[in-house]
């Protein structure tokens, strides 16, 4: 709708309501068919607060219906997302106003930048009037499975670069001439090298024979024998730190087992989404 769409629109309602959410409560201010706004009321995160506030709204216009209110909310990340819906529920008409708007009008409110509660929920109230507001992101099934398995596959590749830069931060100091031979350390076989031999003096223990065949298996043929022979160069002529071996090949094992397990989760996800 264009902005004259949204007066119209917002002038169709009776009552318009403004909602500054947060964790724990939220505040509410209400302006009625006399332009005046209410003063802020509290409302507790909570089916019993949810509810007060629907008996407050019922007391303060009692011959009107839910259809006769419109109530925006500033969203505080997700918090508010619980009230919305219970709204919604009960027939109002929810729409979500930008915080970008409330902040621009904070000074035109009471000639000061300053912010509270009560004050944003006025501004609130008042944008919704305006019709300064945009549609409320309200998803049905199957919309709301698809965002929640994105937002799980969003949070999980962020965790993944937090497990890489850890595990570089390791062979930095345990093995830095790794790096430059796998420069990508998400990759099957470099994972899977460590995950057997974390530290170079554990890989000269074995034949490199026993290293090429399991290279080329992990790689599928790809670490050809060059690469190899240039690994098992670097971990007889590596410069690492060899003091506190057993804690550092610990840790690198720890990591690698939740590391394990996020890709496991990864690909459940990429399965479900």
Not at 76 to 94: D, I, K, R, S
Not at 241 to 260: M, S, V
Request: glycine share 6%.
């Amino acid at each position: 709708m264009s902005a004259d769409e949204k007066l119209v629109f917002a002038r169709r309602f009776a009552v318009h309501v403004g909602v500054d959410t947060g964790k724990v409560f939220h505040k509410l201010v209400v302006r009625g068919p006399d332009g005046r706004r209410k003063a802020p009321h509290k409302v507790v995160v909570g089916r019993a607060g949810f509810e007060a506030v629907h008996a407050y709204l019922q007391s303060l216009f009692p011959d009107l219906s839910p259809k006769d209110f419109l109530i925006g909310l500033e969203f505080a990340g997700h918090h508010g997302y619980t009230f919305a819906q219970f709204l919604v529920g009960l027939g109002y008409h929810v729409v979500s106003v930008q915080p970008a708007h409330t902040k621009r009008l904070k000074e035109v409110e009471d000639n000061s930048p300053l912010k509270s509660d009560d004050k944003d929920a006025r501004l609130i109230c008042k944008l919704v009037g305006d019709g300064l507001f945009v549609p409320f992101p309200l998803l049905t099934s199957p919309y709301t499975e698809i965002k929640l398995l994105v937002v799980q596959r969003h949070r999980l590749t962020v965790e993944q670069t937090r497990f890489k830069n850890r595990l570089q931060t390791i062979l930095d100091l345990a093995w830095p001439e790794f790096l430059p031979l796998f420069s990508n350390l998400t990759k099957r076989t470099p994972l899977a090298l460590l995950e057997r031999w974390p530290l170079p003096q554990d890989i000269l223990t074995v034949s490199p024979r026993t290293v090429q065949r399991f290279a080329k298996q992990t790689s599928r043929g790809q670490v050809k024998g060059p690469q190899v022979r240039a690994l098992l160069d670097s971990a007889r002529d590596t410069v690492a730190l060899t003091d506190g071996a057993d804690q550092r090949r610990c840790e690198i094992e720890f990591l690698l087992d939740r590391w394990r397990l996020l890709r496991e989760q990864m690909q459940q996800l990429d399965a479900q989404i």
